[in-house]
Nanobody
Framework: QVQLVESGGGLVQAGGSLRLSCVVS????????MGWFRQAPGKEREFAAS????????NYADSVKGRFTISRDNAKSAVYLQMNSLNPEDTAVYYC?????????????????WGQGTQVTVSS
């Protein structure tokens, strides 16, 4: 059973930075496309960023492009989300996600596994 565990959320002031981490167990991490989604209060869960299983293809939502950076470390079975220039609109629960082995993670429907989520709160 593939398990994803996020960490790194917290409270930060507008303009600040946070780095989220997600460690994966129970599968061959290097074969999974990985991503981050977020869900703000009263809103649907939305795509934030993804990285292909080879690491060569990276995609971002327009709302985070230029501020967030996704990366992966296959040796540590971990995926990261570096978030800079945070603003209150970034406040949400952030979820780590894994797609199908050798596949692509492009939207909610392509997620096979979810983490439990980590809260990010940005104060103005």
């Amino acid at each position: 059973q593939v398990q994803l565990v996020e960490s790194g959320g917290g409270l930060v002031q507008a303009g600040g930075s946070l780095r989220l981490s997600c460690v994966v167990s129970g599968g061959t991490f290097s074969l999974y496309p990985m991503g981050w989604f977020r869900q703000a209060p009263g809103k649907e869960r939305e795509f934030a960023a993804s990285i292909s299983w080879r690491g060569g293809s990276i995609n971002y939502a327009d709302s985070v492009k230029g501020r967030f950076t996704i990366s992966r470390d296959n040796a540590k079975s971990a995926v990261y989300l570096q978030m800079n220039s945070l603003n209150p609109e970034d406040t949400a629960v952030y979820y780590c996600a894994a797609g199908a082995r050798f596949g692509a993670l492009v939207d909610y429907g392509s997620v096979n596994y979810w983490g439990q989520g980590t809260q990010v709160t940005v104060s103005s």
